[in-house]
């Protein structure tokens, strides 16, 4: 079945360093790629997503694109701040739509940022 | 954004009696949630999927008579674990699914319930 893995953490950077965390999927079909945030104490939220090869998501600095040949959607930031600190987890939706579009997770990377 | 709550956000019970946790979609009709529990240090595993006027889909696994699970109107679903025990301690966390405008769905998650079974 469809399945994301994601690179384990935690990872720890100083401000101002660049960041990557990994993301491969297995999926038939085209699936849709998601990046989600959960700050502590709080649910999740969406990041930025890709709904097909090439795209690339982005928001607050945050970058990822939809690599089908690599079946990967690596999270990058130019330049973290402490405020950044959370755990991230990386998604996919139903190759097909998932006729109920559940999302797969990956285990999250916990991500500390220290000034 | 869409808003959705639960609640309660913390909950200490004893073993053996039922818990009910809520999840509401605060501005916009869900007709699909799902539950999911996130064990320490690991991902998010989808429990059920939860369909307004209908049953709920169980995924592989999950016990149906202990996970109680009732989506009673287009904002509320309900998970009501029954005579828990110390090992369904976990977070449980609840999504709705929302319909884009544009076509495909969107879920919004809540903020998850903290269970604790003495």
């Known amino acids: 079945g469809d399945s994301v893995t994601q690179m384990e953490g935690p990872v720890t950077l100083s401000e101002e360093a660049f960041l990557t965390i990994n993301c491969t999927y297995t999926?038939?079909?085209?699936?849709?790629l998601f990046w989600y945030v959960q700050y502590p104490g709080e649910g999740l939220q969406l990041l930025l997503k890709a709904t097909k090869a090439d795209d690339k998501g982005s928001n607050k600095g945050f970058e990822a694109t939809y690599r089908k040949e690599t079946t990967s959607f690596h999270l990058e930031k130019g330049s973290v701040q402490v405020s950044d600190s959370a755990v991230y987890f990386c998604a996919l939706s139903g190759s097909y739509g998932g006729s109920q579009g559940n999302l797969i997770f990956g285990k999250g990377t916990k991500l500390s940022v220290k000034p | 954004g869409a808003v959705v709550s639960q609640h309660p956000s913390r909950v200490i019970c004893k073993s053996g009696t039922s818990v009910k946790i809520e999840c509401r979609s605060l501005?916009?009709?869900?007709?699909?949630m799902f539950w999911y529990r996130q064990f320490p240090k690991q991902s998010l595993m989808l429990m059920a999927t939860s369909n307004e006027g209908s049953k709920a889909t169980y995924e592989q696994g999950v016990e149906k008579d202990k996970f109680l699970i009732n989506h009673a109107s287009l904002t509320l679903s309900t998970l009501t674990v029954t005579s828990a025990h110390p090992e369904d301690s976990s977070f449980y966390i609840c999504?709705?699914?929302?319909?884009?405008?544009?076509?495909?769905?969107?879920?919004?998650f809540g903020p998850g319930t903290r269970l604790t079974v003495t």
């Open positions: 501005d916009f009709q869900a007709t699909t």
């Open positions: 999504s709705a699914r929302r319909i884009r405008l544009a076509g495909g769905y969107e879920q919004y």
């Open positions: 999926a038939t079909g085209y699936p849709s």
